[in-house]
């Protein structure tokens, strides 16, 4: 079992930066790859951005690429979104997840945060 926090959402200007924190409990954190969906109202909840359970390789959906970083800290069983240039259509509930491989599909992710909101003003 894997019981994920996130933390770090809050509403920001566009142009602006933020950082979320997804903290994970248990011991085997370092063996589950990691990523961030978002889920706009109205709207399906779509992949952010995945890395692997080392931290050596990261994917991103085209719309954060170049923006958003993702990274995590094993020893401290936690990931992060560091997210730049907010836009507007960034604004989302956002979550993080836990999955034996990293991929961009909702249903391959055995283990949710409960989100955290993050809104982006224009």
């Known amino acids: 079992q894997v019981q994920l926090v996130e933390s770090g959402g809050g509403l920001v200007q566009a142009g602006g930066s933020l950082r979320l924190s997804c903290a994970a409990s248990?011991?085997?954190?370092?063996?589950?790859?990691m990523a961030w969906f978002r889920q706009a109202p109205g709207k399906e909840r779509e992949f952010v951005g995945a890395i692997s359970f080392t931290g050596g390789s990261t994917v991103y959906a085209d719309s954060v690429k170049g923006r958003f970083t993702i990274s995590r800290d094993n020893a401290k069983n936690t990931v992060y979104l560091q997210m730049y240039s907010l836009k507007p259509e960034d604004t989302a509930v956002y979550y993080c997840?836990?999955?034996?491989?990293?991929?961009?599909?909702?249903?391959?992710?055995?283990?949710w945060g409960q989100g955290t909101q993050v809104t982006v003003s224009s």
């Open positions: 997840a836990a999955a034996r491989r990293a991929t961009s599909e909702v249903g391959d992710y055995d283990y």
């Open positions: 248990g011991r085997t954190f370092s063996s589950y790859a």
